[in-house]
């Protein structure tokens, strides 16, 4: 992990082989700097898990991350509606644009998009699904039956969420069905699988 000042503010470097554990760790050590714009860059197959820390941490710090950026990353193509869990893939895949209505697409292993996901699109992936803007299509995290896959949103404003074998349909009216309308930053939010059913948290 590689922190640097910019002219806008900060430029957060995640690279290959960072984890979680130690991106806390280091965003720990230097909270003051992180009140400022921070634009987060992926660098090759970063840990899903060690943005999420990273966005929290800044947030937590007071500060407003920007752009999430993939440099050198090749756009994958669109997969069939199963994934093919017999290929060898990369343990993270990078989608940098927004999924629209009607975009079905299907990951071995874990996803981030750098975008929306529109109502009437469809993402699966064997492992997370994070994205950086808002949820409003169907996501199913751990489709090949993992538990511990969670789906990470700002927000979550599906009518229906997906994890491992579980679902959550939004109530009518709830923050899952209706997408909110904030003059503020959209509020970011995780929803994990506990005890069989899918709970959503509001990230602080």
Same mark, same amino acid.
């Given at each position: 992990?590689?922190?640097?000042?910019?002219?806008?503010?900060?430029?957060?470097?995640?690279?290959?082989?960072?984890?979680?554990?130690?991106?806390?760790?280091?965003?720990?050590?230097?909270?003051?700097?992180?009140?400022?714009?921070?634009?987060?860059?992926?660098? !090759? +197959?970063?840990? @899903?898990? #060690?943005?999420?820390? =990273?966005?929290?941490?800044?947030?937590?710090? *007071?500060?407003?991350? %920007?752009?999430?950026?993939?440099?050198?990353?090749?756009?994958?193509?669109?997969?069939?509606?199963?994934?093919?869990?017999?290929?060898?893939?990369?343990?993270?895949?990078?989608?940098?644009?927004?999924?629209?209505?009607?975009?079905?697409?299907?990951?071995?292993?874990?996803?981030?998009?750098? !975008? +929306?996901?529109? @109502?009437? #699109?469809?993402?699966? =992936?064997?492992?997370?699904?994070?994205?950086? *803007?808002?949820?409003? %299509?169907?996501?199913?995290?751990?489709?090949?039956?993992?538990?511990?896959?969670?789906?990470?949103?700002?927000?979550?404003?599906?009518?229906?969420?997906?994890?491992?074998?579980?679902?959550?349909?939004?109530?009518?009216?709830?923050?899952?069905?209706?997408?909110?309308?904030?003059?503020?930053?959209?509020?970011?939010?995780?929803?994990?699988?506990?005890?069989?059913?899918?709970?959503?948290?509001?990230?602080?």
């Amino acid at each position: 992990m590689k922190l640097r000042g910019t002219l806008g503010g900060l430029n957060l470097l995640l690279e290959p082989g960072d984890t979680a554990q130690a991106v806390q760790d280091a965003l720990d050590a230097r909270t003051e700097l992180l009140a400022s714009h921070v634009t987060i860059e992926i660098q !090759g +197959d970063a840990d @899903p898990e #060690a943005l999420e820390v =990273a966005l929290q941490r800044i947030r937590a710090a *007071g500060g407003t991350p %920007g752009r999430v950026r993939a440099p050198r990353v090749s756009v994958p193509a669109p997969a069939s509606a199963a994934p093919d869990l017999q290929a060898p893939a990369p343990r993270l895949q990078i989608v940098p644009h927004t999924l629209r209505a009607g975009m079905r697409e299907s990951y071995p292993g874990s996803v981030i998009v750098l !975008g +929306d996901v529109n @109502p009437g #699109a469809e993402i699966l =992936a064997g492992g997370d699904v994070i994205v950086v *803007g808002a949820l409003r %299509g169907l996501a199913h995290a751990g489709c090949t039956g993992n538990s511990e896959a969670m789906v990470w949103a700002r927000p979550i404003a599906s009518a229906q969420i997906r994890i491992a074998d579980a679902v959550a349909r939004a109530p009518e009216g709830s923050s899952l069905s209706t997408m909110r309308h904030r003059d503020d930053q959209p509020v970011p939010e995780m929803a994990r699988l506990l005890d069989g059913a899918i709970r959503i948290d509001v990230q602080k």
